[in-house]
């Protein structure tokens, strides 16, 4: 153990010392221009402020000597902010992806203003200074300290920062497809998202997909008294939970034929992956007051496998997340209490799905089964969804930016083969055809998407240090 | 048919005409002091007014000729007001039932002052005017026309107005112990409740019981995100539908074992009666906007018999409300449409019971069944119920008041073995040992509980002339 760590730690002088250095030295601009860009309010609705941090974000690309433009979407919304910069003689291409736009915010809930970036104890304060301006100004000085200590990137790069990530991005499938030569990479890294909880670097693969749907139950025009009419008119209530009911039990096995029939299968390796995360059960379960399940409880598997339904080993957080699941969100009837029938019922439903479930035949699916159940009153209306996505661990291009995540950082990064949320990853996957992952740089604890977001100007540097390795050694 | 009208007709002219004389002589006055009761205020919470009402009811007593007392609970409460009128020589004591508190009033929702009766198109409005206000005077007003025309009652009469009934009846149980002795009779007459919506008499000869849970299954200790944790952290969504779907399917089918062990077995003569019922499914349908179900659907059987189950006609509301069941009346979880694991889920059932089940009984299976199929992790908080209660239809008593009724309006009354609705009578029958009947007088559209409550002028006269008949010929 100390061996490896001491040949790692000659690795890392010989190539990230100088970047460190350059860092050490230009702190103060970094984090001036970090500061500048984080003032500029990004609420995606905010259409004005949207386009004048595009400008910004142009202007900056060009200050860093990379060629930008900003890429529109045939279907509208905010602009992309596209840039490239070419290296003589490379054969591959990588893109890296970032947005630029930011969550809504409730002043009231902040103790400092959103828009006034300011340091506090080691982090700077403000929206988006994780998620994801702070890492798109760690990119920018990561190609400043390459050019400082005069080395090149390996690859032709390509960086594309989109506007509208925290409102759903509705118009980046379109946008996608009409600039796909623009876009064309040989590996996409996504700068999004943070770090593991015990604050080691993740590396992560894979994505789940979502679908949505609400059932509503109709019972009679209006609610009717339960002792007069209860036997007699159809409760809506019991029509809904008897549907929901047949389609997963308590312990979330899912019960609906065919859902399973598309899963791609788990392979070996991200099985090993999955098993192989820091193993924080206990404090999870202690945290959420939630008991351990019994053996068998709780287990929906990725792959049904015989033997497996009672492994209560195999069926940590992690290794449940490859599989999907069907997960009821809300549910409203009736008054407590109040003895009567309702009109109505309904309740939502979140599909999570894996490789290579799609989502309208997970809707075909759904409305066969309940047909098929009998339950023809219940209307259903869909929301719109999208694919997972999960790129296989031992793609060279997995392996070379998990090899330099380690070198750059000194210590092997977590390798996570799927997040169990959903980014529409599969868009970049589908038109682009081109493999992902997500490298997380930021503070976990960082409050995204909450009041009082911030980022730990610490992950800030090593970020640096991180992008210029992948800048310089894929 | 004709035949039978004719000899009814001269039965009804022999001994009502006198009846009707006197009150169409004295229509003005009985009006005069229907008026004068409705005008003060009986909300059971108003414990000025109530103790108001009881001495003006008090002294009305007095006035037609009963002598009269405060009854009060051991509990504490409003008072009932008992008045006793003997008859020299009877041998049996006939006791009659009414409640003079009103619900509560919204005056907002009232088209005129619900303290200020004023009589609109053949009908007076107030609250009580109908429930049960109208029906006590309307018994003062039978007592001065059987005197009028020298006839005196056939068996002594006891007369009990509950002053709580809208409240619940909560000091009512230990009101009837302290005073069982007072309260001895040979058969109820409850003075409460519509006639059939046709205007057609119904002589009602049993209430259902009634018990309630809420139930709540608990989740994580805060809502997760349902792409995180969703299939690993306990749904408590999940866990609910399933333990409500356990009890009961979409048909209305109940599926706890032993739930109908203590059902009393429903007699060829209340099957025939509930089968003679007027049929009017369809209307009922087309009001509620009810599709008519597959043959098997929403089928609860009164007493499981082979082969019923598949039988429509015999699944009429009447013959359903026959049967005891379990109804979902409201239901709450997380939010619809937002993906997030909620930290809890309720529910609340309604069960309606028949005789001889036992709310305390169901509790214990309700509770058996839910630890059987694994559901201990589900809270349950019981209301207090009570049983239901069924007179038989063959009692001489049940006989008599069929009888008198028939005589007194010229027509058969619908013979309705049980409402599906609940009121403690089980209280009366358990503690008193008295066999009771439901003799409903007022217009179905009275608007009994909510705003513009009112009594049909003429079904207060025809209530005289049926009272009288009670009084003078059971």
Redesign the interface.
């Known amino acids: 153990m100390k061996r490896i760590a001491l040949v790692l730690l000659v690795a890392l002088s010989a190539s990230a010392n100088d970047i460190r250095e350059y860092r050490k030295q230009n702190e103060a601009r970094i984090l001036a221009e970090l500061t500048e860009f984080l003032a500029i309010p990004n609420v995606a609705s905010d259409e004005a402020n949207i386009r004048r941090n595009a400008q910004h974000l142009l202007a900056m690309l060009e200050r860093h000597g990379v060629a930008a433009r900003l890429l529109e979407s045939p279907s509208g919304g905010p602009p992309a902010v596209f840039g490239e910069l070419r290296t003589p003689g490379a054969t591959k291409t990588i893109a890296f992806y970032a947005h630029y736009d930011g969550q809504p915010v409730d002043p009231s809930e902040w103790k400092t203003d959103p828009w006034k970036p300011v340091v506090i104890d080691g982090r700077i304060y403000a929206r988006s200074a994780s998620d994801d301006k702070g890492p798109i100004v760690a990119m920018m000085a990561a190609l400043d300290a390459l050019r400082a200590s005069k080395r090149s990137p390996s690859v032709n790069l390509k960086f594309f920062f989109e506007g509208e990530e925290e409102a759903g991005s509705e118009h980046l499938g379109a946008l996608l497809g009409k600039h796909k030569e623009t876009l064309a990479a040989d590996g996409w890294i996504f700068c999004d998202g943070p770090r593991h909880q015990s604050g080691a670097m993740q590396v992560v693969f894979g994505v ?1 997909g ?1 679908v ?1 749907v ?1 059932l509503t139950a109709t ?4 609610a ?12 809506p ?3 809904l ?5 047949s389609m ?3 312990e ?1 096995n899912v019960k609906i034929a065919g859902f399973h029939d598309d899963v791609r299968a788990v392979t070996a390796a991200e099985r090993a992956a999955a098993n192989a995360l820091p193993d924080n059960e206990e404090e999870l379960r202690r ?5 351990k ?1 019994e053996c068998g409880g ?1 287990a ?1 598997l990725p792959v049904p496998e015989k033997g497996d339904r009672q492994d209560c080993l195999s069926s940590t ?1 992690p290794s ?2 490859l ?1 999907p ?1 069907v ?16 009109a109505e ?4 439903i ?1 599909f ?1 799905l894996v490789p290579d479930q799609k989502p309208e035949r997970i809707r075909a699916i759904v409305e066969e089964h309940l047909r098929k159940h ?2 023809t ?1 219940v209307k259903l209306a869909w ?1 719109d969804g999208y694919a997972a996505a999960r790129t296989p661990l031992d793609l060279p291009f997995s392996r070379s930016v998990l090899r330099i995540v380690e070198k750059t950082t000194g210590a092997k990064p977590l390798v996570v083969p799927t ?4 980014l529409p990853l599969y868009l970049f996957e589908q038109t682009l055809h081109t493999p992902f992952v997500i490298v997380p740089v930021v503070n976990s604890d960082n409050n995204q998407h909450a009041a009082n977001e911030n980022l730990r100007l610490q992950n800030l540097w090593e970020a640096i240090e991180i992008y210029a390795g992948l800048f310089s050694e894929l």
């Not at 019972?219 to 209006?222: L, W, Y």
């Not at 009717?224 to 409760?235: I, K, Q, R, T």
């Not at 939970?241 to 009911?245: G, H, M, R, V, Y």
């Open positions: 789940r979502t949505g609400t019972g009679p025009s209006r009717l008294h339960s002792g007069h009419y209860g036997n007699w008119a159809p409760n209530i019991a029509i939970i008897n549907a929901l009911a997963r039990d308590a979330g945290s959420f007051a939630i008991a399940p709780q929906i957080l449940r997340l599989a699941s997960n009821f969100t809300g549910i409203r009837g009736g008054t407590i209490g109040v003895n009567a029938i309702p019922a309904s309740a939502s979140d999570r009998g339950f009153n929301a997040f169990g949320g959903s």
